[in-house]
């Protein structure tokens, strides 16, 4: 039976719930864990350093910037190779492995400040950061071997939602874990948790629908045929000279460092704006920074839906959705930032209200940049999201020192404009580069070989969408 054939016979599973949902929730929840423990010391570290405590620290303000910079020191140095490893040895080892890691040094962390100071608690930091640079390439590998196209948008949405979903849930939970239970009640409960996760996924977790013990016949073809994934796979060698000279790939790294310096100028410091400008307590603090990040949850998820419908009803081709999606994802914000700028000083709801839609509007992404990796070259679709990474999250540390340089007075809302201002323009500018140059047509460097068939474009794909609908 030729290919074509088997594309045409393959029919979505009659269940709803399929292995390839396991697979989506275990990934949801490693990015929640994972996130959750990326952002836990934001607000651990005003706990350590209340001098109201017993247990707490003498460390300056610098110290605590260079202990909140220290996990992007370890963070940038394993993208690229991690994208590398994930499409050498899969990605499921790999995710695995960052949790497990991650979860043990949360529980070592309260034990090594006491023993080791901050210098030890930049080094575990540090660790934390070189094992999660395996974690968006490694699950961007498996997006590409689980999520059938027509799924792509509402699967890959839940999934990278969780980023989202870790971050308010930490923030919103750890002011009331540290008034009740102290500071390294925050890192212990992390640490557990994700050594549940770790030991769930070992048994349920898989690379692939071909390597899974778990899924069945008729939704491993259904999967296998809406990927062209039948008969053997081959393994390509990266085309590190076309990635490099690609316009299109340019254009992602340009938004994704425009991205980062947009989230993490704002993941860093909303809690210091909220007690320094608005005057917020540690518990109200965590429940007034978590919302943006909530609203960033629930919004993506009708983002998700309707771009799957807006394709499915082949309304727009899959490069102007993708560009739709992410405009929506930074235009909103770079407006909403400039608004926030001239609220009042002292109007609390109407701030939040305003750093709510900043945030909650960038759930664009999910649906824009984030899958354009998978769309162009999805046998490289690991590499590329190290690569973009990579260059991003030097941005993430860029962005909070530029935003230090700028804040002289921290209680003053005029030099808190300076940085809303610079964050929107940047914002503005890369998603501008991105709709330009920007595409999610299948790269002829996405298959390199000299007697492999021409690369399926946009048309194709969406063709095949509907074959396996």
């Known amino acids: 039976m030729s290919e074509e054939i088997v594309t045409q016979d393959a029919k979505k599973p009659k269940s709803v719930l399929g292995v390839r949902h396991v697979q989506s929730g275990m990934l949801f929840l490693a990015l929640v864990l994972a996130f959750a423990m990326r952002v836990n010391m934001s607000m651990a570290v005003v706990a350590m350093t209340d001098r109201n405590n017993e247990d707490s620290f003498d460390w300056s303000i610098q110290t605590q910037s ?23 040895f899969g990605g499921m080892i790999l995710v695995t492995i960052c949790i497990a ?4 040094v949360s529980l070592l962390i309260p034990i090594g400040s006491y023993y080791g100071g901050w210098q030890l608690v930049c080094a575990c930091r540090v660790i934390q950061g070189l094992a999660q640079g395996f974690l968006l390439p490694s699950i961007h590998h498996l997006i590409g071997k689980w999520v059938p196209l027509e799924e792509k948008s509402r699967l890959g949405t839940i999934i990278y939602a969780g980023a989202q ?28 948790l994700g050594a549940v996760w770790t030991v769930a996924y070992v048994f349920l977790g898989a690379a692939s629908p071909q390597t899974s013990r778990m899924i069945g016949a008729e939704e491993r073809l259904y999967i296998q045929t809406s990927l062209g994934h039948v008969g053997v796979q081959k393994k390509f060698k990266t085309p590190w000279k076309s990635i490099w000279t690609s316009l299109p790939f340019i254009s992602l790294i340009v938004v994704h460092c425009g991205q980062n310096w947009g989230f993490w100028t704002l993941m860093t410091e909303i809690p210091s704006y909220m007690n320094q400008v608005l ?22 998820f009708p983002l998700g839906f309707l771009s799957d419908y807006i394709l499915k009803k082949k309304w727009l081709s899959i490069t102007a959705c993708r560009k739709l999606s992410n405009s929506i994802g ?11 700028s001239y609220v009042p000083a002292g109007n609390l709801p109407l701030a939040v209200g305003v750093l709510t839609a900043v945030v909650g509007l960038n759930a664009g992404l999910y649906t824009g940049y984030q899958l354009v990796h998978i769309d162009m070259a999805p046998n490289f679709a690991g590499t590329l999201m190290g690569i973009t990474n990579c260059f991003a999250n030097c941005i993430s540390i860029i962005a909070p020192i530029a935003a230090g340089f700028i804040l002289n007075d921290e209680t003053d809302p005029q030099e ?3 940085v809303f201002y610079l964050a929107s323009g940047i914002y503005i500018v890369c998603n501008s580069f991105f709709i330009i140059f920007g595409t999610s047509e299948r790269q002829e460097w996405n298959e390199p070989s000299s007697d492999s068939k021409e690369p399926p474009d946009e048309t194709t794909a969406q063709n095949n969408v509907e074959k396996v609908s």
Do not use: C
């Open 66 to 88: 260079v202990i909140l910079s220290s996990f992007f020191w370890g963070y940038v140095i394993l993208q690229i190779p991690g994208g590398e490893l994930a499409a050498r």
């Open 101 to 104: 890691i991650n979860s043990a």
């Open 165 to 192: 979903f870790g971050t308010a849930l930490q923030l919103m939970v750890s002011g009331f874990l540290a008034d009740y239970w102290g500071w390294p009640a925050i890192f212990y409960s992390n640490g557990t």
């Open 279 to 300: 005057g917020v307590n540690i518990k109200t603090n965590g429940m007034m920074s978590a919302l943006p990040y909530l609203a960033m949850y629930l919004f993506s």
């Open 330 to 340: 930074h235009f909103g914000p770079a407006v909403s930032l400039v608004g926030l």
């Open 416 to 418: 808190w404009r300076k």
